[in-house]
């Protein structure tokens, strides 16, 4: 063997625990969590391949009869996914090996990246990390794009730094294809300009970064696709979820975190909370610790000032960020850019660690680490072990309406959950039976709406208007218990 086939063996093995930690629930049908966001992406990837095959005009499945455009960002998953459809049939499971593929790489990322800014040993340390956290395992196998923003994110932090030692134009053109699909994979990806500022004014001082034209061309050539591919979708789309969000909801609470005592009292113990999310289901409860210990133990040598400045600099803008949407927004995925911070301090502060040092690959070291390792991996998986799950007797309802009705129905769905629409297999509408009117009923049969399916039935009942007005048409036999009105045919006399 090899003294370059030796080097590569521990990260190899690292890639092999990695996979199979994300290779666990595979085959779960997308109703896992989060249902609604999978169900969204899951939903786009099959239009792609059975409607319109352009990454430019992603649809959903809802609100009518196709197409249904949606802003939302770069559909590079879903898109992919599709290509595979088109040539083998529908099955989720492309897409999460996609996602799998992209989670690998970030392992990958972290070694380079840790080996080069402490030592190819922390570089090992912070691969390990982000392979077994569990918002890396779980996430690193579901149908989002957060794993995709990740890897891109990661690299173009990385490609930076390469550059800013060694000013290599190609270092600078990967920074730069890294930079434009990371915040077009996911705008929250921009928070990554703050430690690359930072980096500049440690290396050549605040004068020095105003004057460095490479940033101001880094900044041009990432930004320009994101321009024009936003402005695109929001131009097309009848569902405007990136700007609506960011209108209805992140910037009213800003405003009153802002402008009052009270406001920004709540915001600050909203971040509290967040430090539990981050605790158990993002990093675990021991990268978690660790990481926060690190933060106090990086090693002292010429690369101090750099890395306080990039790693800080990384931290204040997650901050704010967190502050921001997360306390607005809180899903735990959001806090993903934590997670390559959190590996790389804590690789590189166990690489100064004297202990680690002075380890030796002998039997009984190496049993004792790898016993301490399934410890974590395992407390690890119990936080995220209820993400796993999902409604057998759901699954098989929405499956029997995919197998009963038509193919084509354009149906209305009394329930709010586009993975169980995505099952069911059909487009349509999905609503509050408790909130949609009879008129609203009226107007999506004249836009096609054959089918009513009322998922949640005791709403639709509280719903007394559109209850005694479904009962004018035939029920459709269903063995689970929803009710599904079929909105052509008239009920028998005593039906309903």
């Avoid at 005009?57 to 998953?77: A, F, K, S």
């Avoid at 989670?103 to 080996?115: E, Q």
């Avoid at 392979?131 to 957060?146: H, K, L, N, Q």
């Amino acid at each position: 063997m090899t003294d370059a086939v030796r080097r590569r063996l521990p990260l190899l093995g690292v890639l092999v625990l990695a996979a199979a930690l994300r290779l666990y629930g595979l085959h779960n049908p997308i109703l896992d969590h989060p249902g609604w966001r999978q169900g969204d992406e899951a939903a786009i990837a099959r239009n792609f391949a059975q409607l319109e095959n352009d990454i430019g005009r992603p649809q959903t499945d809802y609100d009518g009869p196709p197409p249904n455009y949606v802003e939302l960002e770069l559909q590079i998953v879903p898109y992919l996914a599709a290509q595979a459809y088109r040539a083998f049939g529908v099955h989720e499971i492309f897409a999460r090996l996609i996602v799998i593929a992209f989670s690998l790489g970030t392992v990958v990322l972290l070694y380079l990246f840790g080996r080069d800014v402490f030592s190819r040993r922390a570089g090992l340390v912070a691969a390990l990390a982000f392979a077994v956290a569990p918002g890396a395992v779980y996430y690193g196998r579901t149908f989002t794009p957060d794993t995709v923003m990740l890897f891109f994110m990661t690299g173009t932090l990385y490609w930076w730094w390469r550059f800013c030692d060694r000013r290599d134009r190609a270092d600078f053109a990967w920074a730069v294809i890294f930079g434009a699909f990371a915040w077009l994979a996911k705008p929250v990806a921009l928070i990554a300009f703050v430690p690359i500022v930072a980096l500049e004014v440690s290396r050549r001082s605040w004068r020095g970064m105003l004057q460095d034209g490479y940033l101001y061309a880094y900044a041009v050539l990432t930004l320009i696709p994101s321009f024009f591919y936003f402005r695109h979708v929001h131009d097309i789309a009848e569902w405007h979820w990136a700007s609506g969000i960011t209108q209805l909801h992140v910037l009213p609470a800003l405003r009153t975190a802002l402008t009052s005592a009270h406001g920004l009292l709540g915001a600050l113990q909203g971040m509290l909370a967040l430090l539990r999310m981050l605790a158990s289901t993002v990093l675990g409860p021991v990268l978690f610790a660790t990481a926060v210990f690190s933060w106090f133990a990086l090693p002292r040598d010429e690369r101090e000032r750099d890395r306080l400045w990039f790693f800080g600099g990384w931290l204040a803008a997650f901050a704010a960020y967190a502050f921001t949407v997360v306390n607005v927004e809180r899903v735990d995925y959001y806090l993903f850019p934590i997670l390559p911070l959190a590996a790389l301090i804590t690789g590189g502060a166990l690489d100064s660690f004297a202990g680690l040092r002075a380890l030796r690959a002998d039997v009984p070291t190496l049993a004792a680490l790898g016993a301490a390792l399934f410890v974590v991996v395992y407390a690890n998986m119990l936080e995220i072990h209820a993400y796993y799950t999902w409604s057998r007797p759901v699954y098989s309802a929405a499956s029997e309406l995919d197998r009963v009705l038509p193919e084509g129905a354009l149906v209305v769905m009394g329930h709010y959950d586009p993975s169980v629409l995505y099952v069911i297999g059909r487009k349509g509408w999905e609503e509050d039976p408790l909130l949609w009117t009879v008129h609203d009923m009226q107007s999506a049969q004249r836009k096609g709406a054959a089918y009513f399916i009322a998922v949640e039935l005791p709403r639709l009942r509280a719903n007394k208007a559109l209850y005694a007005y479904l009962q004018r048409f035939a029920r459709v036999p269903v063995s689970s218990g929803w009710r599904v009105y079929d909105l052509r045919r008239r009920a028998p006399s005593g039906d309903g």
